[in-house]
């Protein structure tokens, strides 16, 4: 009868700096049933990211009615304006679900990786080891910057466990990108 594997115990899960939980929503949405259940604290992204996300498609149901009303008063073609319902329709259905997916967006860091959870119906969770992240990188759009929001970006060996972190304030992305890097080099692991 083949032994079951032994694991190394796991370490204790890294202190979070206090700029993670500045301004952010109080209480991760649990999907229905049964979670994982994890070692450490969930950490989620600030409510401005919301706003700023709401902004940018209204500015996009904006275009794209102008489009379809210069399409048609240049070209005379009525269908544009269903083709521009059908995208005006899927972007209202993001402004409305939108809220909902930002609290079910949350990071955990724990001993050994860090542990990024998303959706309520098609939930992800993804598990990166520090000793494998490569790059760690954040971004913002011109209205990101306008409410102070950030995206941090950790790219690993392998393409399917990058993970973006949206909706960070400013001074969480800068927090969470020093204490990774500072995990990281204590924890590389060859390749």
Do not use: C, N
């Not at 996009?60 to 995208?87: L, S, T």
Request: proline share 8%.
């Amino acid at each position: 009868m083949p032994t079951p594997p032994e694991f190394p115990p796991a370490r204790e899960p890294i202190a979070a700096p206090p700029a993670l939980d500045d301004g952010t929503y109080s209480h991760i949405r649990e999907p229905r049933g049964d979670g994982l259940a994890l070692d450490g604290t969930w950490h989620q992204i600030s409510p401005r990211y919301v706003v700023s996300q709401l902004l940018q498609e209204i500015l996009g149901v904006v275009v794209v009615a102008i489009v379809a009303i210069v399409v048609f008063m240049i070209a005379d073609q009525p269908w544009v304006f269903g083709i521009a319902g059908i995208i005006v329709f899927f972007q209202l259905v993001s402004l409305v679900i939108l809220p909902r997916q930002a609290k079910a967006l949350g990071y955990m860091l724990r001993g050994d990786d860090i542990v990024f959870r998303k959706g309520i119906l098609w939930q992800r969770m993804v598990a990166v080891p520090y000793g494998r992240m490569q790059l760690i990188d954040i971004t913002h759009g011109p209205l990101d910057r306008l409410f102070g929001v950030a995206k941090l970006k950790m790219v690993t060996a392998a393409a399917s466990t990058g993970v973006e972190i949206p909706g960070l304030s400013q001074a969480a992305a800068d927090a969470l990108r020093d204490t990774l890097i500072e995990v990281a080099e204590t924890r590389r692991t060859g390749l």
